[in-house]
């Protein structure tokens, strides 16, 4: 099953309960990669080696 499938799956399930429907694929995935950069980025500059 691909993320399409599982999103409308879900989104069925979600509407036979009465409950919110999920977001829908790669609806948070820039705001994940810029978290990712940020994070890479501070443990860069935590752990460069010390200037001789």
């Known amino acids: ?10 989104s069925y399930r979600a509407a ?7 977001p ?3 609806a948070h995935d820039r705001d994940v990669l810029r ?4 994070r890479i980025r501070v443990w860069t500059a ?3 080696p ?3």
Not at 1 to 10: A, L, N, P, S
Not at 16 to 22: L, R
């Open 24 to 26: 829908p694929p790669g």
């Open 35 to 38: 978290t990712i950069r940020r």
């Open 1 to 10: 099953m691909d993320t399409v499938q599982q999103y409308m799956f879900d």
């Open 16 to 22: 036979q309960h009465g409950e919110a429907p999920p």
């Open 46 to 48: 935590a752990h460069r």
């Open 50 to 52: 010390p200037y001789s």
